[in-house]
């Protein structure tokens, strides 16, 4: 059994056979998903998947790509779709300095209001955070939020544990079975099972041996075995444990 902690189903790649994908995870061995937002409307669509399709859930938030775009009145239907019964977290949010697709002051702004919103919500926030790890550990911490992920990890051990001190679990994907991965399965060494969940990112960071195609929670056992490879253990107690783990990250999911 599976726990996909982080899809984007709500992707115009999924159009053509959305339906079928979804119908199918549950003989995959894929119990639960987790829909990330990155906007309004990609939220909205998310929330609109998890209405129809009982394994599935959604996060709400808007990605720091599209933090420029982001406004008052944008932030009001964010509330409104964190009271939905089937919003389980508030993200994909956080501040990403590689790209820089939107000014960093605009980015830091909305990333602070998104953690407001989660603390007054009481639900967990997804984070992406990419070359920007000392803002986004000095912001978490000001803003008392103490539950969530950090999607798609690729530090170092010192900085996993520094979120896992803040009640934070450590988001692993399908990059950890690049070739050209090495400061992650150095990290996931040291990094106790019990504080990793596993994700796709689907369409996103495709495993090998499939790289190049669209990603979907199907090939989470590539990432599974990966992980088991790391830690000396079998790729059934990796499913499982993560599988715990991110139950207890998004509480109000099948406790």
Known sequence: MYFDSHVHYDDSRYDPDRDALLHSLPEH???????AGSDIESSKRGVSLAERFG??????GVHPHNAETFSDSDADALYTLAAHPKTVAIGEIGLDFYYDNSPRDIQRY????QLELAAEA???VIVHAREATAETLAILRESGVRRGVIHSFSGSAETAFEYIGMGFYIGVGGVVTFDKSKKLPEALEKIPLEYLLLETDAPYQTPVPFRGKRNDSTYLKY??????RIKKTTAETVAAVTYENTKRCFTCIAC
């Open 110 to 113: 909305w990333f602070k209001r």
């Open 29 to 35: 061995g894929v119990d639960y998903c987790v829909n």
């Open 122 to 124: 009481e639900l967990p």
């Open 55 to 60: 394994f599935f859930y959604a996060a709400a």
């Open 223 to 228: 990432i599974a075995e990966a992980v088991a």
